[in-house]
């Protein structure tokens, strides 16, 4: 006998409130309504209708992806989301227009996909491919793209490594003042500490951020010396320090393996492999230090390898092997990435 369901959502809260009653039919409205089947399943698997052994490693707000391109990708990215229990993204890179579009539409049940959080194109200095880029060589250039992505109705501001420093500063500041949260892939020169005593809320990726930010200070030249001061006890110290400072890591696990597994078999995949490590390796130290980790997958495009949905399961094993718990990882591609987006 089937249970007919009677359920609630809140999509920021993202959470389903479920009631069961045995019946000979489903209510008419849990059969009309447009909702993801990967949300009903979610809930039912929680709710103790489906075997535990075909649940998803996700509680019942299911899951979200703190690090998605989804123009890069293309629209069959939405399905490939839905399918793996993924209900929402933070899209950190990509067409304004088009994303705003996709959210309307799935708000108004248009169209099938997860909710979408997105930052439209990342604000970054020349560089040779301009795609979902908007280039600021000033600081007045800086703020005023913030100010259009702003009036186009974006939910954050992402910037990348090929901004000077003090058009940075600047375009963090604008966001600041336009009430909009700046999740950074840090330009050269900025430590992710300096970062985060500036107000940004989020640091991209445990590799070119937080790796990269003894060179970007002056303690390290390369990345062996980098690795080297983070294992030190002054690398403690900045831990213990972001942590203090309540900072936010995404670290993209994921797609460094992926780019690890790419490379042919011999030295250069074995010197990837090992970076690898190390990123999983401080990956676990932030999160002792009390940094909080976002679960984000970076894909980009069908031939990388990574396919949405599934690249966030694999980024909650990854953090497993990081050191966090299991319920820690899941928390990272869940109730971290929602209480962020609720953060004023």
């Not at 998803?56 to 299911?62: F, I, K």
């Not at 933070?90 to 099938?112: C, F, M, N, T, Y």
């Not at 250069?268 to 190390?278: H, K």
Request: aromatic share 8%.
């Amino acid at each position: 006998m089937l249970p007919r369901l009677r359920w609630s959502f809140d999509p920021l809260r993202t959470e389903i409130s479920v009631v069961l009653r045995n019946s000979s039919s489903y209510s008419r409205a849990a059969t009309t309504t447009a909702v993801p089947a990967a949300l009903l399943i979610l809930a039912a698997i929680f709710a103790g209708c489906i075997p535990s052994r075909h649940a998803l490693p996700a509680p019942a707000t299911g899951l979200w992806d703190a690090h998605s391109h989804l123009s890069w990708y293309g629209e069959a990215a939405l399905d490939s989301l839905l399918a793996y229990g993924v209900v929402g993204v933070r899209d950190v890179g990509g067409d304004a227009l088009q994303l705003r579009q996709w959210r309307d539409e799935i708000r108004s049940g248009a169209r099938r996909g997860p909710m979408i959080f997105f930052a439209g194109p990342v604000i970054d200095g020349p560089k040779r491919n301009p795609r979902f880029r908007a280039t600021a060589r000033t600081a007045d250039e800086g703020r005023r793209i913030v100010d259009s992505l702003a009036d186009l109705g974006v939910d954050l501001i992402k910037t990348h490594n090929g901004l000077a420093p003090e058009v940075y500063f600047a375009v963090v500041r604008q966001a600041h003042h336009r009430h909009l949260k700046v999740a950074s892939h840090l330009p050269r020169g900025v430590p992710a500490w300096v970062a985060v005593d500036s107000g940004v809320e989020s640091i991209e990726h445990a590799g070119e951020s937080m790796l990269a930010s003894p060179i970007y200070a002056g303690y390290a030249t390369t990345v062996e010396e980098a690795k080297t001061w983070w294992r030190s006890a002054a690398g403690d110290s900045m831990l213990a320090r972001l942590g203090r400072q309540h900072a936010v890591v995404v670290p993209t696990l994921v797609a460094y393996r992926a780019v690890a597994m790419s490379e042919p078999a011999g030295p250069s995949r074995d010197a990837w492999m090992n970076t690898f490590r190390f990123l999983e390796e401080l990956t676990g130290r932030m999160h002792r230090a009390g940094i909080t980790l976002l679960a984000g997958s970076d894909y980009v495009s069908p031939a990388e390898g990574l396919v949405p949905g599934k690249s966030i399961l694999e980024e909650i094993q990854l953090l497993e092997e990081s050191g966090l718990t299991h319920r820690e990882a899941v928390d990272a591609a869940s109730v971290n990435i929602t209480n962020w987006l609720k953060a004023r």
